[in-house]
């Protein structure tokens, strides 16, 4: 708890390191929730979904999806 009230640098810190590590541990539970029913399931799903939205908000991630990125546009007419 005490390391919540210290500089921005140690919640950037805590931030970085504990939001994967909950995503890798929702998706964990989401694959046992599976396992154990033998099919995916709606809670299995949405353990997923939760982690799959955390990945994306960390800093170093891979992209997920298999299609190219969007086209920039140039600014000019």
Known sequence: MSMLRGS???????????????????????????RRHGRP?????????????LRRRTLFTRPTSNHPPAPEASGQP
């Open 41 to 53: 399931t709606s809670v299995s799903e949405s353990l997923f979904a939760i982690a799959s939205s």
């Open 8 to 34: 921005p640098l140690r919640h950037r810190i805590l931030f970085v390191l504990a939001v994967p590590l909950g995503a890798g541990l929702l998706s964990a539970l989401g694959h046992l929730v599976q």
